[in-house]
């Protein structure tokens, strides 16, 4: 079998970060080929380079054996390649025909509109799919499921034979997601190739004929599914050198700190969940992304609503519903976005250190110039945050440095609860070290550190305990001793062997299904 | 900050560059009746452009000054008309542009509504409810010591001129120094920081909004104080005035960005220009397209800067992914 899409030895940094060092990829007609990773492998890079929404810094593309040398979206569209989102990127306010004849349609703008084309052409698709959406709905009122449905149509609408899926079925449910494989297992009948990205191992399983591990931007395995088990998987996306410096920490952990008891939000999608830190303890908190990390440490913060359960500070029950209130009870907050919540950017590095403390330097509202100055330049020192001075916008510093910035502002309302929430994410590795100290530092002063971060070595060299999510609820608790990155991954995607050889027979029996079908 | 304090530059430079003309073309511009009629008319539209100046800083904008700056005028001159001290006019005046800026912004902070929706219901509901409410009449049968707040037509100028200067000071002071001014420039950057730092982000809407209502009923009132009768359809026209000249002095509309500085300059600049074509015998049909072209001079050079700023944290943002 030819290669239907093949990427050779593709390399791309952003901003001097290293995202894929000479990937290599291929896709033939009628396979599903996985791509899986950690957060941060570059699963997600190497999509967009094969959709041509990036081009990558070196390496080359080919399509059906014909070499690509600028891949642009249109391109990408003309040649044959579909991809879908994790999240649908339709027009909500046109009906599912209108969504898929768009998809298809090209050419000039005055040409008349084939409504009834546009319809049967869109039942045609939808049959072909085995769903019933009527055409004439407007997307906005379809259920995410449909919506997915309706992106994949969209790609068989445009005889797509290349078919790239970036964790469909992220935001489905079991049976929706049953559906959905169904959808590819037809697709693949007809001779698609399709490039299938998932956390979810079992699906992963259930689905692929090929499996390829990106880890720290390399393609380190392609291997046929079946001659991988989940072990095996789960070594290849984690094996890293964890030899990585991370410098230790002595001194016991005190009384609880932060208690969080059952609590949930159907809204935030927390599910019962029950966690505590103690005075001068890091507790990690691993996950992968969209396992309600994020969400528990906003809920804490004030910023999202709990249905039930509580948070007891001190041991004392709280009500927290703004993030000045929790900043009352002695809790600071680094979020994970930091250019979009971290920091200010256009304001100076003074400026944004104050700014969770301005109670400090502004008594009565009025600012003492000189005790801002004072603040501002002890940040710059103990955090040593390099910029050229502190009246410098902050947007004028690097990444790490940045991060930095965001630290000192919560460092200066001295803390006893901290939540860090992904604090080493784009920072280059000097940086993320010192970051890793001064994270030490705090606890060993006796602050209670609620560490997000989805770089498992992280995770594992700074905690004293690792609390793993996953799907909204604490999966397990590891205390330091057991943490390995084995077991953190297979609490992440808590599927047993049990699942996982389900989940192939149901693969084969979809397989007969769709071969029965499309015959 | 480099690049706000450039805009100021420029600005400057274009009032000089202005005066110069002037000054060898048209030497009477610079009598003292032409220069004491400009800067009375235009203290009203600094005084409101100030206003204006927190609420874009904030990130919003408020179209109804126009509309509340007719009704604060009115309202003072009913109250001068029925014999209240000047005090209680002056109060009468800033407490109304201060409930209807509350207004404004309690609908904004609290109901969500875009602010340019808001006030664009604002500006066209109060211009007509104050239309129904004289029946179109104007205010007539001032009392005399209303005329220039009770001073002279000699004193009048100096004083009103001290004090829009005190209020400028005050709002840059305000901006510089105090928690307040830094809640709304972080507001107005970047809303979710700011929260996320501690600061009560929606009072801080709401606050600019009174505090730009308030601006507009001082402006009504220095501005009544000129004449004899009070119109009931004032102010017509202002909020466009008021915008341009803060976004001429370097404020971003976008939000975060910006100085009462500059907005003083760009009052000063806009305000000039007008006169100065008539002077030179310019038709005043070109006036309104000159002010465009230095509003599109001064954008236009805002998005070629924010081009090039704006490459970066998309590259970046990318690389998370």
Not at chain 1, 244 to 261: K, M, N
Not at chain 2, 229 to 253: D, R, T
Request: with cysteine; charged share 20%; glycine share 10%.
């Amino acid at each position: 079998m030819s290669a239907l899409l093949l990427a050779d030895s593709i390399t791309k940094s952003f901003a001097g970060a290293q995202a894929l060092r000479g990937v290599s990829y291929d896709l033939r007609a009628g396979e599903v080929h996985a791509i899986v990773g950690e957060n941060g492998a570059g699963k997600s890079t190497l999509i967009r380079i094969l959709s041509g929404a990036e081009s990558p810094d070196s390496g080359s593309l080919a399509v059906r054996g014909a070499p690509v040398a600028a891949l642009t979206p249109a391109l990408a569209h003309a040649l044959g390649i579909a991809t879908i989102y994790q999240q649908p990127s339709l027009f909500p306010d046109l009906s599912v025909a209108e969504n898929i004849a768009l998809a298809r349609e090209r050419g000039g703008l005055w040409r008349r509109v084939q409504w009834a084309g546009w319809r049967r052409d869109a039942r045609d698709v939808l049959a072909r799919l085995g769903v019933a959406i009527d055409p004439d709905r407007l997307v906005s009122t379809l259920t995410m499921p449909e919506q997915q449905v309706v992106e994949i149509a969209k790609a068989l609408a445009t005889d797509a034979r290349i078919v790239i899926m970036d964790e469909p079925t992220a935001s489905l449910s079991g049976q929706e997601v049953e559906r959905l494989l169904a959808i590819v297992a037809r697709l693949r009948a007809e001779g698609a190739g399709i490039v299938y990205i998932s956390h979810r191992l079992d699906e992963v399983f259930g689905v692929a004929d090929r499996i390829t591990v990106l880890r720290d931007g390399r393609a380190v395995a392609t291997r046929a599914a079946a001659s991988l088990d989940r072990a095996e998987l789960i070594r290849l996306m984690v094996g890293r050198d964890l030899a990585a410096v991370f410098p230790t920490r002595s001194g016991a952990a005190g009384g609880v700190a932060l208690d969080v008891r059952r609590l949930s939000s159907r809204a935030s999608g927390l599910r019962d969940v029950s966690l505590d830190v103690r005075r001068g303890e890091i507790v990690g908190l691993a996950g992968l992304v969209g396992s309600g990390r994020t969400e528990l440490a906003e809920t804490i913060f004030g910023l999202r609503a709990a249905d039930a359960g509580s948070v007891r500070i001190d041991g004392v029950e709280v009500r927290i519903h703004r993030p000045d209130e929790a900043m009352a009870h002695g809790i600071g907050y680094v979020p994970e976005d930091r250019r979009q919540h971290g920091v200010v950017l256009p304001m100076a590095v003074a400026a944004n250190a104050t700014l969770a403390s301005l109670d400090r330097v502004a008594p009565r509202g009025v600012i003492d110039a000189a005790a801002e100055r004072r603040q501002g330049e002890r940040a710059v020192r103990d955090l040593g945050i390099r910029t050229p001075s502190i009246d410098a916008p902050v947007e004028a510093l690097s990444g790490g440095n940045q991060q930095k910035v965001a630290l000192a502002r919560w460092l200066a309302i001295e803390p006893s609860i901290l939540i860090l929430d992904e604090p080493t994410q784009g920072v280059d590795v000097g940086a993320k070290g010192e970051i890793h100290a001064i994270v030490n530092r705090l606890a060993d002063r006796g602050a209670a550190v609620l560490l997000i971060s989805s770089e498992l070595p992280e995770v594992l060299a700074l905690s004293d305990r690792v609390a793993v999510m996953r799907q909204g609820t604490i999966a397990g608790v590891l205390p330091r001793g057991d943490a390995t990155a084995d077991r953190v991954m297979e609490l992440a995607l808590a599927e047993t062997a049990k699942e996982a050889k389900a989940a192939r027979e149901a693969k084969a029996a979809r397989e007969a299904k769709a071969a029965r079908e499309t015959r | 900050m480099s690049a706000l304090h450039r805009r100021e530059r420029s600005v400057a430079l274009a009032i000089a560059a202005l005066a110069a003309l002037l000054a060898v073309v048209r030497p009477s511009y610079f009598s003292p009746e032409n220069l004491v009629d400009l800067l009375l008319s235009n203290l009203g539209v600094m005084t409101t452009a100030i206003g204006t100046t927190l609420v874009i800083l904030a990130g919003e904008i408020d179209i109804s000054v126009g509309s509340v700056f007719a009704i604060c005028s009115v309202a003072a001159g009913a109250a001068a008309v029925r014999g209240a001290p000047l005090p209680a006019v002056a109060l009468v005046a800033c407490a109304s542009g201060a409930a209807l800026g509350l207004l404004s912004g309690v609908l904004v902070a609290a109901a969500g509504i875009p602010s340019i929706v808001v006030t664009l219901a604002a500006m066209i509901a109060l211009r007509d409810g104050l239309r129904w409410a004289t029946q179109g009449e104007w205010i007539s049968g001032l009392p005399d010591r209303f005329q220039w707040l009770g001073l002279t037509q000699r004193t009048y100028p100096a004083a009103a001129t001290i004090g829009v200067a005190l209020i400028a000071c005050a709002a840059a002071w305000m901006l510089r120094g105090t928690f307040a001014g830094r809640a709304i420039y972080a507001v107005g950057s970047n809303a979710d920081a700011a929260r996320l730092a501690g600061i009560r982000t929606r009072r801080v809407t709401c606050g600019v909004f009174v505090a730009g209502g308030l601006l507009t009923g001082v402006g009504a009132l220095l501005n009544a104080v000129r004449f004899h009768q009070i119109p009931s359809n004032g102010g017509i026209g202002l909020e466009m005035k008021v915008v341009a000249a803060v976004v001429v002095g370097g404020a971003a509309v976008t939000g975060g960005r910006g100085t009462i500085a500059g907005t003083a300059l760009g009052v000063v600049l806009l305000g000039a220009i007008g006169p100065a074509l008539t002077f030179m015998g310019v038709s005043a049909y070109w006036e309104r397209a000159l002010q465009g072209a230095i509003i599109l001079a001064a954008v236009a050079g805002d998005a070629i800067g924010a081009r090039h700023a704006a490459g970066r944290p998309a590259r970046a943002a990318a690389a998370r992914v």
